[in-house]
């Protein structure tokens, strides 16, 4: 055999896998496809920008990601807590947490998006959470996200303030069809830490896993298309090993190994350049009119200065798809209710994202990785879309290998 472990997808997943294999002492070789590693997350540089895919952000409180990454080095710039919500009528309403940053009590309290005893009703939520353990969590009974909100008490008003742009731009629908078991684990995060970007963008993260590994054992451009036994065959040529982890999405893997077609959500997502910022501070902005457009938005740069050089980098997930001529004229009008200047911010960028996350109408921490014989499958869709997902289920692929190889 030429490696005792091949390694297929250099993504969050196959990057932990083989950073867990690594500091084992097991000879590992990593195969991806692209010409870069981090699969789902990456960063593009241009034109004095950094456009990330998708608008994604690290939460500071992923255990697994306090477990393997240099927040130091990362020099992580932090979102402020809560959420600046566009609504109806045109006027604007910070809707803060004030435990945690004390400035938003009074627009909070005043907030007009939510009832007195929503406010009471987060403020509960956020506790009881804290006190709840993330495999208590994922054992619990699930429901839709919706249904659990509306279990709670939750008014309306907050739902589609707050609730349903919140989470929708989190699990990248709106129907709130997602597991509960996901919203309280998310809930959870924003409330023990914060949502931060590292200072020049999410690639940061895949860029430092792939630092602490050896350089001769992972070659890109190596597209895998089939495995027979202990062959890997790829583009390039074929390989063999004792054992095989699949770290690729569940659509790939499908291909790869021919298991049946997975669910999974997209996404549209866009960057406007803006001489004027709509907004100075590091908020989320969130539209509670669910028909328009823009779920959420956020001056990237007022996170992250090295975002943009020049002007200011606005990132915007939108709710569909439209022709591309018309969609920066539709963010323009829609967004003028309530940001001036709208008229003039230009499109940039936009990117659709076909698979972005593994549906999450039911998720559980049960089976973090399958196996069949010599073949190990890891990756977020075997417990639910995030980085914590993506990297317990590579770190517990590589300690079962491990466990499995010294006995
Ligand atoms: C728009 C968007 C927003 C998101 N927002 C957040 C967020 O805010 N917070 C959060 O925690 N998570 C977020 N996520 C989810 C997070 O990015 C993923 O859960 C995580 O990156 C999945 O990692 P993975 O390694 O399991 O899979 P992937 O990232 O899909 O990695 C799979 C790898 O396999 C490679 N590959 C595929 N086919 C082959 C082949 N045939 N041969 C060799 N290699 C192959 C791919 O190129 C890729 O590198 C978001 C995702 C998206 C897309």
């Known amino acids: 055999m030429d490696h005792q472990v091949i390694i297929v997808g250099g993504g969050i997943a196959g990057l932990t896998a083989a950073l867990n ?3 084992q002492g097991i000879d590992y070789l990593l195969l991806e496809a692209n010409a870069e590693v981090g699969g789902r997350v990456k960063t593009r540089s241009v034109d004095g920008f950094l456009f990330d895919r998708g608008f994604q952000v690290l939460l500071t409180a992923y255990p697994e990601a306090n477990r393997i990454l240099d927040y130091n080095t990362l020099n992580l710039s932090t979102f402020d807590p809560g959420a600046l919500l566009l609504l109806d009528s045109g006027k604007t309403s910070v809707f803060g947490d004030p435990l945690r940053d004390l400035t938003t009590l009074w627009s909070t309290l005043v907030s007009k998006g939510a009832s007195f ?9 956020s506790s009881r959470l804290r006190n709840t353990s993330i495999d208590s969590i994922f054992g619990k009974s699930e429901s839709t996200t919706l249904q659990y909100l509306k279990n709670l008490g939750f008014t309306n008003t907050i739902v589609e303030a ?10 990248l629908e709106n129907e709130l069809t997602t597991s509960s078991r996901m919203f309280e684990f998310v809930f959870k995060m924003f409330s023990e830490g914060s949502a931060a970007l590292p200072q020049n963008g999410m690639q940061e993260i895949p860029k430092q896993l792939l630092s602490k590994l050896d350089s001769a054992k992972v070659y890109i451009h190596e597209s895998v298309a089939s495995i027979k036994g202990n062959t890997v065959i790829s583009n390039e040529g074929s390989y063999t090993a004792e054992n095989i982890v699949l770290a690729t999405d569940a659509k790939v893997l499908s291909e790869i190994v021919g298991l049946p077609n997975p669910k999974y959500t997209s996404t549209v997502h866009a960057h406007f350049s803006t001489a004027v910022a709509p907004y100075e501070k590091p908020l989320i902005a969130l539209q509670s009119n669910s028909k328009g457009i823009v779920n959420n938005l956020c001056v990237v740069n007022k996170v992250s200065q090295a975002y943009a050089q020049n002007d ?3 990132s915007v997930t939108l709710r569909s798809q439209l022709p591309l001529e018309k969609v920066e004229s539709t963010v323009q009008k829609e967004m003028k209710n309530w940001f001036n200047d709208a008229e003039n911010w230009k499109l940039v960028d936009l ?19 399958q196996r069949k014989e010599n073949l190990w499958i890891c990756g977020d869709h075997n417990m639910h ?14 300690e079962a290998i491990v466990k499995e190889m010294k006995s």
């Open 21 to 23: 294999l690594q500091k």
């Open 117 to 125: 005893s929503d406010k009471i009703g987060v403020y509960r939520l």
């Open 162 to 171: 707050f609730f349903r742009p919140f989470f929708g731009g989190i699990f």
């Open 312 to 314: 200011n980098l606005l």
């Open 351 to 369: 990117q659709t994202i076909e698979y972005a996350l593994p549906n999450q109408n039911t998720v559980s921490e049960n089976s973090p990785f």
């Open 385 to 398: 879309g995030s980085l914590q997902a993506a990297m317990k289920s590579g770190r517990l692929v590589a």
